[in-house]
């Protein structure tokens, strides 16, 4: 019998991200170096991947000929499926559909559409890849300096929605997706980086590597320790000073950290900057009084996934809401920098327990 994904409470799901800085050797993640005691040993590979976001692949390798090549390829052959922006990717054809008759699609699109729709039942909707007429629209008003007006966000509205979207598991035994509504368009952008991480861990776990980073943007995937065997220093931006770190993580073991913040590509419409990620709710941006938000994820299934897509939903979420929520999941840890109202200085808010983890 068809499966619905939308049906399904015990979906796993998972978020636009912002810049982390790996601290090895003192050296930002991207830049090119010689190697030193944590890095001897391993090889890498970095630079560019879809839509020109910067990510890296490093691992000690099994005996052997182990390179980066097929993790990295992983990395780089997402976009053909999910940049929204290439009309030619798998997912641009699926928006330029018209109508809401099911429309089969891979199993990397349908996997990841499912972790998507987990994501918004954990979050009430605060996560939504419908969101993509908000985002269009937001976009428009900053290439013309005009905001949007209500009526024009109420329109947009109007194809939004995460419970308009079904995903269905054939008798065929692939994937299906239909939409309620003409002109609902997916835009997998909070999500699929981590969702990449998570299919190039799994591909480097499988070959029992034992110790691992790959990054995409602000998404990080973690095995084991570094291969000096000490534990990987994860660097958290300042985010009012790109040159800071506001804190340092010391993670050991598998774990997912993401981070989203309004620093790195914010909506400017006049001189006004406003965040990119939008409520679906109310149509608008989320509150720039929010600097960033990180989620680390230490147990579980599809870390990064989850670490990814929640990281935006709690951004959407506030403060208040998403430590609450965060509370009650096991090995989720959330850092929220926030502008305090009275002094317009970044302050910090953490669930219980992030502390352990610097």
């Known amino acids: 019998m068809p499966r619905n994904r939308r049906a399904d409470s015990k979906m796993l799901g998972a978020g636009v991200a912002a810049t982390l800085v790996l601290a090895l050797a003192g050296l930002a993640v991207f830049r090119l170096a010689g190697l030193d005691d944590d890095e001897r040993g391993t090889v890498s590979r970095e630079g560019s991947v879809y839509a020109g ?5 490093q691992f000690v390798p099994l005996p052997g000929a182990d390179t980066p090549d097929v993790p990295w390829r992983i990395l780089v052959d997402t976009g053909a499926v999910f940049n929204a922006f290439d009309p030619t990717s798998e997912l641009g054809k699926l928006n ?3 109508g809401n008759t099911p429309v089969d699609v891979s199993d990397e699109l349908g996997d990841a559409v499912g972790s998507s729709i987990g994501i918004s039942q954990m979050t009430h909707g605060a996560f939504d890849i419908t969101v993509r007429p908000l985002k269009m629209l937001w976009r428009d008003a900053a290439a013309t300096g005009k905001m949007p007006g209500d009526a024009q966000i109420d329109a947009a509205r109007e194809k939004v929605g995460w419970g308009l979207i079904d995903l269905t598991r054939t008798n065929r035994d692939s994937w299906q997706i239909s939409r309620a509504r003409p002109g609902i368009e997916l835009d997998l952008g909070g ?3 981590g969702w990449s991480v998570d299919r190039a861990i799994e591909q480097l776990a ?4 034992e110790s691992a980073i790959v990054q995409v943007g602000g998404e990080i995937g973690l095995i084991g320790p570094t ?4 534990p990987w220093r994860i660097g958290i931006r300042h985010p009012l000073d790109p040159t800071a770190n506001w804190t340092v ?7 997912a950290v993401s981070t989203s913040g309004n620093y790195e590509q914010p909506v400017r419409i006049g001189d006004t900057d406003y965040y990119h990620i939008f409520d679906p709710t109310t149509g608008r941006p989320v509150s720039t009084g ?5 989620v680390v994820v230490t147990s579980g299934t599809a870390m990064n996934t989850r670490a990814d897509g929640l990281a935006t939903a709690f951004a959407v979420m506030g403060v208040d809401k998403a430590l609450e929520l965060a509370a009650g999941m096991e090995g989720v840890h959330v850092l929220f920098i926030v502008r305090d109202p009275a002094s317009g200085k970044p302050v910090e808010k ?4 992030f502390d352990a983890l610097r």
Do not use: C, F, M
């Open 290 to 294: 929010i600097l960033g938000v990180t």
């Open 96 to 98: 330029a559909t018209t």
């Open 191 to 193: 999500i699929v980086k």
């Open 350 to 353: 953490t669930s219980p327990g």
């Open 53 to 57: 976001i910067p990510a890296r692949v």
């Open 227 to 230: 291969a000096a065997g000490k």
């Open 206 to 209: 499988a070959r029992k590597v």
């Open 249 to 255: 993580l010391n993670l050991t073991g598998r774990a």
